[in-house]
T-cell receptor, first 121, second 109 residues
Framework: GAVVSQHPSRVICKSGTSVKIECRSL??????MFWYRQFPKQSLMLMAT?????????EQGVEKDKFLINHASLTLSTLTVTSAHPEDSSFYIC?????????????????FGNGTRLTVT | DAKTTQPPSMDCAEGRAANLPCNHS???????VYWYRQIHSQGPQYIIH???NNETNEMASLIITEDRKSSTLILPHATLRDTAVYYC??????????FGQGTTLQVKP
């Protein structure tokens, strides 16, 4: 259980275009999802918290107009990188909290998708 | 949210136990400790989490010190497939997981 699916796994786009990445919780409902970015040989950096039915909460330094997040249902969150540039090339990973676990639902573990490798040329 | 400190790298012989330490001296009283690992070009994989009692599951054991300022992840019989970057992290009232630099574990034959 607790499977998070991301699509696409890889995408190459031209500078100036927009790219949409989907994150789905396959066997559970997720009111909250998290989006991370990871550059080569670095750790994961939290970009934003996606809340179903409301606006996303962005971490300091992350441009909300560039990284559009939509969480329209309890099983789907999308991240759109608008007007992508080469410096946006990165590994984007989403996660969602599984509904149960040790310590109750609040402390149940986050499960991650397999990431999307974005290359902007 | 707790700041965590881990050694950047460790080696372990195949079949032996791998003990990965983590310092989280700033962890708050209600903050769980989580361990994840990441194999190259994949999303992080959940391993185990705990609050103050030691925990064990099919993947690993988690030993948390009584003062909760540090913990150790134990892989009882490491295999080559356990080679990965291991992250320990706390998750406080914000619900967020903030990742540090992790430990690169290299399991050698």
């Amino acid at each position: 259980g607790a499977v998070v699916s991301q699509h696409p796994s890889r995408v190459i786009c031209k500078s100036g275009t927009s790219v949409k990445i989907e994150c789905r919780s396959l066997d559970f409902q997720a009111t909250t999802m998290f989006w991370y970015r990871q550059f080569p040989k670095q750790s994961l950096m939290l970009m934003a918290t996606s809340n179903e039915g409301s606006k996303a909460t962005y971490e300091q330094g992350v441009e909300k107009d560039k990284f559009l997040i939509n969480h329209a249902s309890l099983t789907l969150s999308t991240l759109t990188v608008t007007s992508a540039h080469p410096e946006d090339s990165s590994f984007y990973i989403c996660s969602a909290r599984s509904p149960s676990g040790t310590g109750g639902s609040y402390n149940s573990p986050l499960h991650f998708g397999n990431g999307t490798r974005l290359t902007v040329t | 949210d707790a700041k965590t400190t881990q050694p950047p790298s460790m080696d372990c012989a195949e079949g032996r136990a791998a003990n990965l330490p983590c310092n989280h001296s700033t962890i708050s009283g209600n903050e769980y400790v989580y361990w994840y690992r990441q194999i190259h070009s994949q999303g992080p994989q959940y391993i185990i989490h705990g609050l103050k009692n030691n925990e064990t599951n099919e993947m690993a054991s988690l030993i948390i010190t009584e003062d909760r300022k540090s913990s150790t992840l134990i892989l009882p019989h490491a295999t080559l497939r356990d080679t990965a970057v291991y992250y320990c992290t706390g998750r406080g009232n914000t619900g967020k997981l903030i990742f540090g630099q992790g430990t690169t574990l290299q399991v050698k034959p």
